[in-house]
């Protein structure tokens, strides 16, 4: 069955850096694309981050481009969320998501599989 | 406050149907494919409609979803107790270079 498992949150300084890491199974992983998508304590979902089934493409909310930088690692079936200059508003619990449709270059907001997430807290 | 409008709240009971709004705009609702993703209390979200109107394998036939113009719907009949989540649409934005926009979301609550 379909898994992933989001890694690397926790409690972290303005300004720091902080890297999260999603680790896929159950499924080929190089044939999808997938997104990060964050929800901060008690409020809605905010997309992050898209990443194309090659990796050739990659896309960022505004409030992250330029600090963000999403990866991936199709021989590990791996992802990597590198945040740079973090922000206490950057505090969350951020998910990985895989999108329905396959080889997929362009965004989707069809997103069939999540993780659990992994909470980032940015506090001095 | 997102530029997908959703009411904050909605309400029925068990038996009812409930239908959740969705308003966008021609960038958005208008241009591309609506989905929708339930949340239950302290879980990921889980994909209930997927373009417009697509059911994934797993999810009752008692979620739809429809589109019309600028706007989609979602809905729920039958209602159940553990019907009772936080709904959210999510549309492409072509004005956003196609990034993810997810609405506000809803609380449903059975009475």
């Known amino acids: 069955q379909v898994q992933l498992v989001e890694s690397g949150g926790g409690v972290v300084q303005p300004g720091r850096s902080l890297t999260l890491s999603c680790a896929a199974s159950?499924?080929?992983?190089?044939?999808?694309?997938m997104h990060w998508v964050r929800q901060a304590p008690g409020k809605g979902l905010e997309w992050v981050s898209f990443i194309s089934f090659d990796g050739s493409e990659t896309s960022y909310a505004d409030s992250v481009r330029g600090r963000f930088t999403l990866s991936r690692d199709n021989s590990r079936n791996s992802l990597s969320l590198q945040m740079n200059r973090l922000r206490p508003e950057d505090t969350a619990i951020y998910f990985c998501?895989?999108?329905?449709?396959?080889?997929?270059?362009?965004?989707?907001?069809?997103?069939?599989?999540w993780g659990q997430g992994t909470l980032v807290t940015v506090s001095s | 406050q997102s530029v997908l409008t959703q009411p904050p709240s909605a309400s029925g009971t068990p038996g009812q149907k409930v239908t959740i709004s969705c308003s966008g705009n021609s960038s958005n609702i208008g241009s591309n494919p609506v989905n929708w993703y339930q949340q239950l209390p302290g879980t990921a979200p889980k994909l209930l409609i997927y373009t417009n109107n697509q059911r994934p394998s797993g999810v009752p036939g008692r979620f739809s979803g429809s589109r019309s113009g600028t706007s989609a719907s979602l809905a729920i009949s039958g209602l159940q107790s553990e019907d009772e989540a936080d709904y959210y649409c999510a549309v492409c934005d072509d004005s956003l270079n196609g990034h993810v926009l997810f609405g506000g979301g809803t609380k449903l609550t059975v009475l």
């Open positions: 159950g499924f080929t992983f190089n044939r999808y694309g």
């Open positions: 998501a895989k999108e329905v449709f396959t080889f997929a270059s362009d965004v989707g907001a069809e997103l069939d599989f």
